[in-house]
């Protein structure tokens, strides 16, 4: 593997990092003064990184080698250890960077609107900016340590905008959490990158994927399944997926872009750009599909017992990437449909999301499901666009998720044996389920009888700077499954590998009828249960709906085991570093300054116990010396 | 630039700060003003001639470079010897940056005391003086001579102008580094029995001794550095020390005079005693990993903002320590630079921290909550230093941390792994202090406290924005550090006869 000098144009890719985060700059460091216009600024660096991002992409296509490098500065010279600031612009990292700077435009755009009365817009498009800058830097980083720096800075806005809000306890909580979970996937990823270089001596992308043969199957396996607990807690899958869903306390735009379009698919990024080294280990490819299959799994069916919008959007994004990683799982061609799939994801889900938001901004902010309905004939604008969100997610002909997710599906029923079974029935089962909550929140919320609370009389439609980012949205959701199906896989063979048609136990057909059928059979279902409404208040339910409503008691989990021990074991060692360390060196020193006193002492005749343990140390040093002489310690 | 070279920077730097202490202290009382700005005036100059000799010194030339020498008692083998390593020059540059910050950020710290104010701004540059001369001596006997006296100036700070138990806060920190420093007394001796009579750095690195007399030494040593520095079990003098001290006075105690340990053990530990290090080695590292789980888990526990700072420090010395005694280049060199980063980023925090205790008049967690709302500039200050303290990439503090990690991962990994999980806890207590400190509901007291409702001023942002600006340079181009670092840590390493791990994969592919 080899990688060409960026040269001509795409020797300044350098900007695309640089302007979001020169804008960021500009805009903490002026303050209140760039009140005014700070938005627009934030909106138009984002923009400029896209209209960067297209040139330097049609560039790439003109090449033969599109594998393009740029070393910036060297960072890192200690020993044999060498890291550069240097950036890699691939096909991989090509589809990323449009991803994040299109979507990325749309939703700074329709932050104008959303964020227009709150008084920190200004401070919000700053973080938005360095949300921006840090998740470009993440993508295109040619080296690991590069895109750990890009990790942790999306890490940083993520938190920073997850807690915008947080003179209310529970953001700045949400927003603590979703730092702290993401730490305990960066140790993993941290000590992936020590076994690179104490076996490889190096952490440049190229390197490493040329000696991955070099590696014993253990080192491979254990680098793989630390990369994998980095990527599970920045993607929110199991066992690190409980941040996610608390992580929708921050404004809307914010989910819509970093917790649903593209950070959260940075683990998805992570597992296939490191593709040779899961495509070496077998058993490695196998737990990262159990990771995708359980995680998308579980975030079903949570997601049909939660009540409130963002939540189940939460749960559904937390779902959709268990399929993407199901994806990168299965390896071979199905890393380029988990990419496709990330795509068309970043757009339907994206526009869902601001969707929601435009919903809230007519309702006084109300996110819960129970109290909406019949608000398609208030937001026809928001309701017809939401409506290609829900098509697509679903995955029925021809809307996005039908050419994005069902190859999934039948790629996962082309494992060997009873475990296509296993990960392919999974894929389907979830299909059906995806389908059943999204028409309950479609339904519950555009249709049926009104179940507004009182002060609301007549919801409004979002203002055009938020409506027209939706339309694009949604014209991408219709389209763009479509329209990426053989391209995009085509135009990522350098990076991932050829395409191969997959064979499985059912076929191509069959389970296309089958994955049709399931999603018809759980939508109609939602469609009739909820098409009159539903009770406003949480009823009770069996043990399934309330171990779903539990979040199938993950939460309740981490806190019996971690949460509470944590702080037993922090009470206690406040105690004992008091009473037992103190106490016993205070004791020690007593006894080596003269015996008698003790420490205490000090308080009051302070001067007198400080010169008896001079004098004390004193006899100390002569006797030592003494022994020294007399050979006694030696 | 030959002639630059020749100037005696080191006997200058040293004797600068000590002649400026003299001049300020006899300045009068009743015009406290004047008294600061000579201070600081002077540590201003103390830092354009250290950045001179930056500039002078030669990155990849010698070993110890500016030598001086001038004869003090030849009977005994004692005498007035200056050098620099790479290592000790970038402590003396940390030295040098912080004082002038921390004599700004001290300016109306005396006013409210019944005490000499010209006193005050005094003893901060005796304590310069005396902490240059630690880091700059080349001879063991002037070493222990600064080594103590360094620790008047600080305990007057302490025990005069200190604040809640400073008394017993000074002394404890006095007899804490008093016994230590005993032990490395008797060591010194010893060595000078052993040596043939002689204190010279250089002529002490030669001598053959038995085993048993090299783990003594070492061990003498050892105490007075682990007690300094601190490490885990004699670090409890450290919270108490750094709670009642004035904030610009704990800066430079966690912040400089703590790395006197650190730095003991580098340059007389492993090159005095390379095979009792060795041996030491495993203990040392326990000691460290204890402290870095230990002091994190303390410090999510506290409720006091300058004891919640003093034992993250005591995590970080942690690491420090492993860096130390992994014995590869990359920790090594981390473990330097995390000495410097530490002093900046630690240095930030704990005058952050005072600005808000100042306002508030409490330095307890639980007096304040909510402050970004009536302060959000110096909440995000506060915030950024935390940052840097729980060492987020673009920070300085990561590059030291992650050289360390990555440095001893090869030779030791459950080491590496084990001291990765802090890593988890700093960002516990960072983001936990953030959180009850500037988040979540107002504090209904803040609210009507008048000193609450003053965001930064000037004067603080002056103070705060060197520091800010360096952290971020080196977070992205640490390289011109690090390279000043390297051939001084190498040569360490060579002296105690340790050579890093070649890659093992690509060995055994060369072997087939």
Known sequence: ?634 | MAGVTEFPFLSVLTLAPLVGALVVAFLPRTNPELAKRVAFGWSLAVLALSVAMWVAFQTGGERFQFRESYPWIPSWGVSFTFAADGIALVMLMLIAVLVPVVILASWKDADALKRSVPVYFALLLALEGTMIGVFAAADIFLFYVFFEVMLVPMYFLIGSYGGHQRQYAAVKFFLYSLVGGLFMLAAVIGLWVVGGQTFDWQALTQIDMSTGTERWLFLGFFIAFAIKAPFFPFHTWLPDSGAAAPAGSAALLVGVMDKVGTFGILRYCLPLFPEASKWFAPYALALALIGIIYAALLAVGQNDLKRLVSYTSIAHFGFIGVGIFAFTTQAGTGAVLYMLNHGLATGLLFLVVGMLVARRGSALVSDFGGVGKLMPILAGVFFFAGLASLALPGTAPFVSEFLVLLGTYPVNKPVAVIATLGVILAAAYVLWMVQRTTQGTLNPALAEHEGMRRDITLREKVVVAPLIALILLLGFYPKPVTDVINPAVQATMQDVGKTDPAPTAVTTEAAK
């Open chain 1, 1 to 634: 593997m080899q990688y060409a000098p960026a040269t001509g144009l795409l020797s300044t890719m350098w900007l695309l990092v640089a302007i979001p985060l020169a804008s960021a700059a500009v805009l903490l460091l002026l303050g209140r003064r760039a009140d005014r216009w700070g938005h627009w600024l934030g909106v138009a660096s984002v923009a400029a990184s896209f209209v960067l991002g297209l040139t330097y992409f049609f560039q790439l296509r003109g090449l033969t080698n599109r594998s393009v490098e740029l070393s910036m500065w060297q960072f890192i010279e200690v020993g044999s250890l060498k890291v550069d600031f240097g950036l890699l612009f691939d096909p991989l990292s090509g589809v990323f960077v449009l991803l994040i700077t299109g979507v990325g435009s749309l939703i700074h755009l329709y932050a104008v609107g959303y964020m227009e009365h709150d008084p920190g817009r200004r401070r919000f498009f700053a973080y938005f900016n360095l949300f921006v800058a840090a998740m470009l830097l993440l993508v295109l980083g040619n080296n690991y340590v590069m895109l750990f720096f890009g990790w942790e800075g999306v890490g940083l806005a993520s938190y920073l905008l997850i807690s915008f809000w947080n003179h209310l306890p529970s953001a700045a909580t949400a927003g603590k959490k979703a730092f702290l979970m993401n730490r305990v996937g960066d140790a993993g990823l941290l000590i992936a990158i020590f076994i690179m270089f104490a076996t490889l001596g190096t952490t440049q992308f190229d390197e490493v994927f040329t000696h991955v043969g070099a590696l014993t199957g253990g080192i491979v396996l254990m680098m793989g399944l630390l990369l994998l607990l980095g990527a599970a807690g920045k993607s929110g899958q199991f066992p690190l997926q409980a941040w996610l869903p608390d992580a929708m306390e921050g404004p809307t735009p914010v989910s819509a872009l970093i917790h649903a379009a593209t950070m959260v698919t940075a683990g998805v990024y992570l597992i296939a750009r490191s593709n040779p080294i899961y495509s070496a280990n077998p058993t490695l490819q196998t737990v990262v599909v159990s990771v995708g299959a359980l995680t998308l799994l579980m975030g079903c069916i949570i997601g049909c017992a939660k009540d409130d919008i963002k939540r189940v959007l939460a749960w559904s994004t937390v779902s959709q990437i268990g399929y993407m990683f199901l994806g990168v799982g299965l390896g071979g061609g199905a890393y380029a449909l988990a990419i496709v799939h990330l795509l068309a994801h970043g757009f339907f889900k994206a526009n869902m999301f601001l969707g929601a938001g435009s919903v809230m901004h007519g309702m006084h902010d109300q996110t819960d499901i129970r109290r909406f309905g019949g608000l398609s004939k208030y937001m026809k604008i928001t309701w017809l666009t939401f409506a290609t969100g829900w098509l697509a997610i679903l995955g029925l002909f021809p809307f996005s998720g039908f050419f994005s997710k069902e190859p999934i599906i039948v790629a996962a029923f082309a494992r060997h044996g009873w475990t296509a079974w296993l990960y392919g029935g999974a894929a389907l089962l979830g299909a059906g389920l995806t389908a059943f909550y999204m028409t309950r929140l479609f339904v519950l919320t555009f249709h049926g009888p009104k179940r507004w609370t009182d002060e609301i009389e007549h919801p409004h439609e979002s203002p055009p700077v938020m409506t027209i980012p939706l339309i694009l949205l949604a014209i991408g959701s219709v389209a763009a499954g479509g329209l990426m199906a053989t391209s995009v896989p085509e135009w990522l063979t350098p990076v991932l590998g050829p395409q191969e048609e997959a064979h499985g136990v059912l076929s191509h057909t069959v389970l296309t009828v089958l994955a049709t059928a399931v999603t018809v059979i759980g939508a109609g279902l939602a469609w009739a249960l909820f098409r009159k409404g539903t009770a406003p208040q949480e009823l009770p339910a069996g043990p399934v709906v309330t171990a779903a409503r539990k979040n199938l008691y993950t939460d309740a989990f981490n806190e019996a085991v971690f949460e509470k021990p944590g702080i037993y074991l922090t009470r206690a060692l406040v105690f004992l570093d008091g009473k037992v360390v103190d106490g016993g060196v205070n004791l020690l020193a007593a006894a080596v300054g003269g015996g008698s006193g003790r420490l205490r002492r000090l308080q009051t005749g302070f001067v007198r116990s400080y010169a008896m343990s001079v004098l004390a140390g004193a006899l100390l040093v002569v006797a030592a010396f003494l022994a020294l002489q007399m050979g006694w310690l030696a």
